[in-house]
């Protein structure tokens, strides 16, 4: 198969398991059908599936993931300040770093909404529904929704990286206060921390609770800086972390706090 012929199959798979979507027309364009794709992803509860599914799919996505081109830690240059800290903007998931850090919801399965541009969706729908899937399983073995603040690491499937670790950070409603920065703070570890106890070298975060969750650009930064770094010296760890941001905000005010330029991807 092709990649057209791929998502061909797999589009077709998915709307023939649920009887709302089966009668759906399928786009003719190539951006369409794979936006149409990615959508019947995101809505799909976390369910068993054929080998043959996940084998076609695996195909597809790391073609497509490859096809936007893969960026090595090596690739990366460090700040000034600080030898093993990087600053990246773009796209995380082509980041080819041992874990990637998602910011996720407490349901911790990823983001249902139909192609929301959140990075739980696109994580989720690079990585392939086998992460939804492990996800689901976690949560059931754990028998309630994540705490904000700790994390979970699974396996990244079809995403450069090797993991995918999740964190729950903090939502600001209303006025910022001691208990959300100390949330905030408390993901950064709790990701590192799980980063060091399987023996991960490199881990790429977001910027956490930022955007839909509302929590002020430069305070949440800031937050991030310093807990690394604290953590980075308390355990004298030589641990490579890449600060990843999307906005040109973020960007600028990374730089000033690291006293270096980032690389943009």
């Given at each position: 198969?092709?990649?057209?012929?791929?998502?061909?199959?797999?589009?077709?798979?998915?709307?023939?398991?649920?009887?709302?979507?089966?009668?759906?027309?399928?786009?003719?364009?190539?951006?369409?059908?794979?936006?149409?794709?990615?959508?019947?992803?995101?809505?799909?509860?976390?369910?068993?599936?054929?080998?043959?599914?996940?084998?076609?799919?695996?195909?597809?996505?790391?073609?497509?993931?490859?096809?936007?081109?893969?960026?090595?830690?090596?690739?990366?240059?460090?700040?000034?300040?600080?030898?093993?800290?990087?600053?990246?903007?773009?796209?995380?998931?082509?980041?080819?770093?041992?874990?990637?850090?998602?910011?996720?919801?407490?349901?911790?399965?990823?983001?249902?909404?139909?192609?929301?541009?959140?990075?739980?969706?696109?994580?989720?729908s690079k990585s392939g529904i086998q992460l939804r899937l492990k996800c689901a399983d976690i949560m059931r073995r754990q028998g309630h929704q994540e705490p904000t603040g700790h994390a979970k690491i699974t396996p990244a499937y079809n995403l450069p990286c090797e993991y995918v670790i999740h964190t729950v950070g903090p939502?600001?409603?209303?006025?910022?206060?001691?208990?959300?920065?100390?949330?905030?703070?408390?993901?950064?570890?709790?990701?590192?921390?799980?980063?060091?106890?399987?023996?991960?070298?490199?881990?790429?975060?977001?910027?956490?609770?930022?955007?839909?969750?509302?929590?002020?650009?430069?305070?949440?930064?800031?937050?991030?800086?310093?807990?690394?770094?604290?953590?980075?010296?308390?355990?004298?760890?030589?641990?490579?972390?890449?600060?990843?941001?999307?906005?040109?905000?973020?960007?600028?005010?990374?730089?000033?706090?690291?006293?270096?330029?980032?690389?943009?991807?």
């Open positions: 198969m092709n990649q057209t012929e791929r998502r061909m199959w797999l589009i077709k798979e998915l709307m023939a398991e649920d009887d709302y979507y089966r009668n759906y027309d399928i786009p003719e364009a190539a951006k369409d059908q794979k936006d149409f794709l990615r959508a019947l992803m995101n809505v799909r509860e976390p369910k068993t599936i054929s080998e043959e599914f996940l084998r076609i799919q695996d195909e597809y996505l790391k073609e497509e993931n490859a096809s936007s081109g893969l960026v090595s830690i090596d690739e990366l240059k460090s700040v000034e300040s600080r030898i093993n800290i990087y600053v990246w903007q773009g796209d995380i998931t082509r980041l080819k770093v041992d874990a990637i850090v998602n910011a996720a919801n407490s349901g911790m399965c990823g983001c249902f909404q139909p192609l929301h541009n959140c990075i739980d969706n696109i994580i989720h939502i600001v409603q209303g006025p910022l206060t001691k208990e959300h920065e100390e949330l905030l703070a408390s993901c950064y570890k709790s990701c590192l921390d799980l980063a060091a106890e399987n023996g991960l070298k490199s881990i790429a975060f977001c910027c956490i609770s930022t955007g839909v969750f509302m929590f002020p650009n430069q305070r949440a930064a800031e937050i991030a800086v310093e807990t690394v770094s604290n953590w980075l010296d308390a355990t004298r760890s030589d641990m490579k972390v890449v600060f990843n941001v999307f906005k040109d905000v973020d960007l600028e005010i990374y730089e000033k706090l690291l006293d270096g330029p980032g690389g943009r991807g």
